[in-house]
């Protein structure tokens, strides 16, 4: 997956990063460490503007939970669990332990989890299917969506920046990856963090 995303990103351009993001918001397994801080590591040298690899990044990952939205939404769980569980699914990483994990982040968290899911690996490109499954309103999910991926992406692109001072080239892909996992570890325990920190402030409140 690493050397396709590679090859893609030789011949790097706003539709490629767009395509990519939207795959990645689906179920295809393509990992946006990859691609859009790859992109912005390549804006630094002038090739593209930074803001708009953002913006296309996050055009393709709200396209991507659209359809995955619509999924949950019109086709339904027992279809959804069907093909997670078939030679097709499982070919696109998914299993029925994915989903019951993405849907319980959802109803323990609410509508808010299509904003923090978006930072999480393992829900990010999970998370439209039980907010669709849940029929939450499209226009609030396609809001909470844009903003947790312009966070992601914002976030993977300040890496890409910073890298591109002392990584080279050949070496990118593999440096993404080792800070990808350091990246997504802080993350989930800022998210876990702000969670609990929000639960108590609403219990005290109640009380």
Known sequence: MATWITA???????????????????????????????????SASGELNIWLVILYATLGAD?????????GRYLGRPVIYKFAESKWGHMCLLN???LEKSERYF????????????????????ISIPAGMARMNFLRFLLYTTIGATL??????????????????????????????????TIVFVVIAATA?????????KT
């Open 8 to 42: 893609l990103l030789g011949s790097l351009s706003y539709g490629v990063i767009f395509f990519l993001m939207l795959l990645e918001s689906t179920v295809i397994p393509v990992p946006s460490e990859l691609v859009v801080a790859p992109a912005a590591y390549h």
């Open 107 to 126: 109803t323990d968290h609410g509508a808010v989890a299509t904003i923090t899911g978006r930072l999480i690996i393992g829900i990010r490109h999970l």
């Open 197 to 205: 920190f929000y639960i108590i402030k609403n219990k005290k409140r």
């Open 152 to 185: 992601w992406h914002t976030i993977l692109a300040l890496l890409g920046l910073w890298l591109y001072r002392f990584v080279p080239e050949d070496k990118l892909a593999d440096t993404v990856t080792r800070y990808g996992h350091y990246l997504t570890l």
């Open 63 to 71: 396209c991507g939970a659209t359809i995955n939205y619509l999924v």
């Open 96 to 98: 029925k332990e994915k």
